[in-house]
C-alpha cells in the first residue's frame, strides 16, 4: 500500500517540473504561468510537509516565505538608504505568534 506522503511527493515533484516547464517558456517578466506554477509549487510543498508531519512526525528543512514580495515604489527608494545602526533591515518583521508556535512544536520552552 502507498503512503500518503508517497503520493504527495510525487506531486510535489510534478509540481516542480511543472514550475521549471513555465519558466523556460516564460513569455515576459509577469508571466502568469510562472506565477500560477510557483503557487502550486508552495502548495505542493506545504502539503507534502503536512504528510510527513502527520504520518511520521517529520519536517523539512526548509520554510517557505509567506510574505509577498512588492516592487518598490519610488517613494520607498528614499527609505530604502535609511538603515537601522544595527545593520538590519528595517522593513523585516518577526510575528512574534509564529515564534511562539515553533517553540510549542519543538517543546523548546
Known sequence: M?????????LLI???EEHLAAVLARRGDSDVAVDD???ALADAFDRYEAVLDVEYGETLPMLLDDVEIE????????DA????DDGLDPHAEE???VLDDDLDDFQLR
Open 2 to 10: 502507498d503512503s500518503k506522503a508517497h503520493e504527495a511527493l510525487r
Open 14 to 16: 510534478a509540481a516542480y
Open 37 to 39: 506554477a510557483y503557487d
Open 71 to 78: 516592487e518598490p515604489d519610488a517613494d520607498d527608494e528614499d
Open 81 to 84: 538608504d535609511e538603515e537601522d
Open 95 to 97: 510575528d512574534e505568534d
